[in-house]
Each structure stands twice: as C-alpha cells, then as structure tokens.
C-alpha cells in the first residue's frame, strides 16, 4: 500500500534518513519506535507528506511522490495523498472552539462535502467505536487526556482513510486512560485497518505489531 523507497531526509547538516525503505502493508499495524529525536514523528510526517523528503519517492499507488517535484506539483499530489490517510497527533490537537460532533464532522463536510446529517451519523457510529457516543457536546478544554485521545482517533477515522498513523497515542496519559485507548486501537486492528504506529512503550508496541521498526 504505502511504499518508502530510498528516502532521504536532512535538516541542515543533519541528516535523519537515508536510504530508508519502509512497506506499510494493507491490514497490518507498523510500529515504530526509538529513542526521542530519532526522527520518528517526521518518518510519520514524511509518509503523509505533512514533510517533504529530499531522495527517494513516497507512492500510494496511483500517487507517486519523488523528491524534488516543483511546489505545485508537489502540493498536489501531497493533497491526494493526505486526503487517504488520517492522522492523531502527538498530542490530539483538536479544535478548541468546536465540541465533539463538530471535531469529528469538520473534514467530512468541509473537504469531501459530505451532507450535515450524515456526516453526524457518521460521526456518532465512530464515537460509538471509541466510546465517546455520550460526549457529542462536550468541548475538547473539558475531556481527559484518554477521552481527547479517543476523540482524535474518531476525528481521524471520519474522513474514511486507508490508513492510520498514530504518534505517541498513549504517551501523555495515566494507566487507566491508556488502556481506554489501547483497546481503540485493538479493535481498529482485529477489523482489519492498517495502522503505523510510533510509541516509547515496548510493551504496547509489542503487543501491537506486526512489523516493528528501530529508529537507530
Ligand atoms: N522542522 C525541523 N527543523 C529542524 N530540525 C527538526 C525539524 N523537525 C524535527 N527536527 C529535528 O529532527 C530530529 C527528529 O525529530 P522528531 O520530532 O522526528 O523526533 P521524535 O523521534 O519524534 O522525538 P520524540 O520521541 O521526542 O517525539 C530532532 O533532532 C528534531 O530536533
Ligand atoms: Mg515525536
């Protein structure tokens, strides 16, 4: 599905990858992991081109991504691409000023204009999944750490994408929010999505995985 080929990535002097190759696989869960600063927020930024890479190519076929494409035509692509994966943030990154239903109905309506009421019934199924259903009016400044979480992960899913990337799900929460949120990303996984996920917990990342990736 998702396919690294030969990337490369440096900011300044520094380089951060080079020569990476990297299969996310249809129905799988990819975990990477490493120590802090070893690049593993921008590997997960580069596969949804929220980074762009400086060698190699980043396809989800059809889209082909090399590096070195002129901005336009990079942004381009970059926005085919984006629009079929879903992202939660190292730290949710919900949007303050709307409550739940609205969080996770924005993409939908705005980007693939999805009709209001069936954006929300949508939504409430997801909710549901991330059992959130009974916090649809609820605004972001008043949920936990693990009810934010669940929300993101709603909010990523909305937008129906072929796969999921998840940076430090768990990291910022206490034990009993973790497993809320762990048993999330459970579920998503025996339905058969396709998930990378960066994590500093070996035991989550091993129970999780089926590939797992070393950032060195
Ligand atoms: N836009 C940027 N400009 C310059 N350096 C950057 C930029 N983004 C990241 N870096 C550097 O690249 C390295 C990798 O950063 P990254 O955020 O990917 O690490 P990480 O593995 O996710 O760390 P953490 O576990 O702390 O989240 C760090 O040294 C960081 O300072
Ligand atoms: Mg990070």
Do not use: C
């Not at 085919?80 to 709307?98: C, K, S």
């Not at 008043?142 to 129906?160: D, H, N, Y």
């Amino acid at each position: 599905m998702i396919e690294l080929r030969g990337l490369g990535k440096r900011f300044g002097e520094r380089v951060l990858f080079e020569g990476l190759d990297l299969d996310l696989v249809p129905g799988r869960t990819t975990v990477i992991m490493g120590r802090s600063g070893s690049g593993k927020s921008t590997l997960l930024r580069m596969i949804n081109q929220l980074e762009r890479h400086d060698a190699g190519v980043v396809r989800l076929s059809p889209i082909e991504i090399p590096a070195g494409l002129p901005h336009a035509e990079w942004s381009r692509r970059a926005t085919a691409l984006r629009r079929r994966t879903g992202m939660v943030f190292q730290g949710y990154q919900l949007f303050g000023h709307l409550n739940v239903l609205d969080n996770v109905t924005l993409a939908p309506r705005i980007v693939q204009r999805v009709p209001r009421a069936a954006a929300e019934q949508q939504a409430r199924s997801l909710l549901e999944l991330v059992g959130m259903a009974q916090a649809v009016t609820r605004f972001p400044a008043r949920l936990s750490g693990g009810e934010a979480q669940r929300v993101a992960i709603a909010r990523a899913l909305a937008t129906q994408p072929e796969v999921l990337l998840l940076d430090e799900p768990t990291s910022a929460l206490d034990p009993g929010s973790t497993a809320d949120v762990v048993r999330v990303i459970g579920d998503l996984k025996a339905r058969g999505f396709t998930l990378a996920m960066v994590t500093h917990d070996p035991v989550l990342g091993h129970q999780l995985a089926d590939e797992l990736i070393e950032l060195d």
